[in-house]
């Protein structure tokens, strides 16, 4: 789905909401209120952070956690296979 579809479909799911910007970043969306920002969606995925009593209402709809620390950890396993590549 490209990105500009992932936007309209963001806008119109969060409008209830009120007040919700979207921006361009970390090659996805950012999603902002009040200017502070509570959600990204990469390719298509919706990550969000709910608040600490949220947490099992969103486990309950089959939510699965976000971690940044796995996004760092796949991140740096990339970066180790790039850099043992040997010149052909």
Do not use: Y
Request: hydrophobic share 45%.
């Amino acid at each position: 789905m490209p990105e500009h579809a992932d936007c309209a479909c963001l806008e119109e799911m969060l409008a209830p909401l009120g007040g919700v910007s979207i921006r361009r970043m970390f090659g996805g969306l950012g999603l902002f209120r009040d200017g502070l920002m509570f959600g990204l969606s990469p390719r298509g995925v919706l990550d969000l952070k709910p608040a600490p009593e949220e947490t099992a209402s969103f486990a309950d709809e089959g939510g699965a956690p976000f971690s940044c620390a796995a996004a760092q950890a796949a991140a740096r396993a990339q970066a180790r296979l790039r850099a043992g590549r040997t010149a052909a």
